[in-house]
């Protein structure tokens, strides 16, 4: 089955601590993309991805980075520079930068 | 840039009871649109899109959304609503022929009420 994967579903951090969460596609997607969504703020871009290699930042880069060196995978990693990491993070991908996005389902971080 | 606007954040429906959810963008230019539904906890799921064609689309499970172009709007619909439509519901627009983002709404929470 083509799908997104991302792992793990819940995770806690101490804060102060860096974190990475693992976004892997197999539907040979060029474009991917990270998300956060709090309570009643709907999504909001991190980071985004148009092909091997290259990314751009989003509206809240502040305290995040990812890397893209193969197609399938764009981790987003959680610095400690972030104010506020505690929120649910989406990752998506599309064929095209402008074309449906097919979603994973989800990564919850809490930082304690 | 486009905004896009939901302007309910909450809709509360009795069950077997008509719901429109209300989009609109701000930009005139060719778009794509997109309705996506979250149910708790999970990822967004497509819904139903516009890409060109018919202005009137239609998802599996009852939903449809009108594309209006003069509006600028990209209402979603359904004639009778069940408990499992309960959810968060997203608009979500791209432009067709420049720009490299993908606009979302802030969502619209759907209650259906037993």
């Known amino acids: 089955d083509g799908g997104i994967t991302q792992s793990p579903k819940y995770l806690f951090r101490k804060e102060g601590q860096n974190v990475t969460l693992s976004c892997e596609q197999n539907?040979?997607?060029?474009?991917m993309y990270w998300y956060r969504q709090d309570p009643g703020q709907g999504l909001r871009l991190i980071y985004y991805?148009?092909?091997?290699?290259?990314?751009q930042k989003g509206d809240i880069a502040e305290g995040y980075s990812v890397s893209r060196e193969k197609k399938e995978s764009f981790p987003l990693t959680v610095t400690s520079a972030q104010k506020n990491p505690t929120a649910f993070y989406l990752c998506?991908?599309?064929?095209?930068?402008?074309?449906?996005?097919?979603f994973g389902p989800g990564t919850r971080l809490t930082v304690l | 840039a486009q905004s896009v606007t939901q302007l309910d954040s909450q809709v509360p429906v009795f069950e077997e009871a008509p719901v429109e959810l209300r989009c609109n963008y701000s930009?005139?230019?060719?778009?794509?649109l997109f309705w996506y539904v979250q149910y708790p906890n999970q990822g967004l799921q497509l819904l139903l899109k516009?890409?060109?064609?018919?202005?009137l689309v239609e998802s599996i499970n009852g939903f449809e959304a009108e594309f209006n172009k003069s509006q600028t709007s990209f209402h979603l619909r359904k004639p009778s609503v069940h408990i499992s439509d309960t959810a968060e519901y997203f608009c979500?627009?791209?432009?067709?022929?420049?720009?490299?983002?993908?606009?979302f709404g802030t969502g619209t929470s759907l209650t259906v009420i037993p």
């Open positions: 998506a991908s599309s064929i095209e930068i402008r074309g449906e996005q097919f």
């Open positions: 539907l040979n997607h060029d474009a």
């Open positions: 991805s148009q092909i091997v290699n290259d990314f």
């Open positions: 930009s005139s230019v060719s778009v794509y």
């Open positions: 516009y890409l060109s064609g018919s202005t």
């Open positions: 979500a627009v791209s432009e067709r022929n420049t720009g490299n983002q993908f606009y």
